[in-house]
């Protein structure tokens, strides 16, 4: 290449201006997905726990937490019997050594939880592709 070459970009001045104001632009609309999915996981689960004391429904909580950089959304459950109905109980005994056996884990939470986060997943990647960004594996998740 010539030395001397000289190359002139008209518009750069309003490219990186853009690009600056991309982040900005998408967060808005990423805190309302990440809002959604939050509170479209917790509805589910609410709606497949059983109304037995209402314990369970009345445990799960969700919440939200956006800034510039990015939102968080968390869905818990506060419920005391919480972990054992999700993942179940093994054999026991009662103190006149009457077999009670096992009680199977509900499997409610964590599938949801995890149907939900990929859904999310989706929907953020088509949010940047709407942007016209490029979207690519990421830590050997593969392609979302």
């Known amino acids: 290449m010539n030395p001397n070459t000289t190359f002139y970009f008209t518009g750069l001045a309003d490219l990186l201006l853009e690009l600056k104001r ?3 632009a998408l967060a808005a609309e990423a805190d309302a997905i990440v809002e959604a999915r939050t509170k479209a996981a917790a509805d589910e689960i609410i709606d ?3 109304e037995v004391t209402g314990n369970l429904k009345g445990g799960v909580k969700w919440s939200m ?3 510039r ?3 968080i959304g968390r869905v818990v459950s506060s419920a005391p019997h919480a972990f054992i109905y999700e993942t179940g109980t093994a054999s026991r005994q009662t103190d006149l050594g009457y077999n009670r056996g096992p009680m199977p884990g509900a499997k409610i939470f964590i599938p949801t939880m995890m149907r939900h ?3 999310l997943e989706q929907d953020l990647a088509a ?3 709407s942007a016209g960004l490029q979207v690519v594996e990421v830590h050997g998740v593969g392609p979302v």
């Open 65 to 67: 937490k956006s800034s």
């Open 127 to 129: 949010l940047l592709r």
């Open 48 to 50: 497949r726990y059983p």
């Open 117 to 119: 986060r990929r859904a």
């Open 69 to 71: 950089y990015g939102s």
């Open 22 to 24: 991309l982040p900005e």
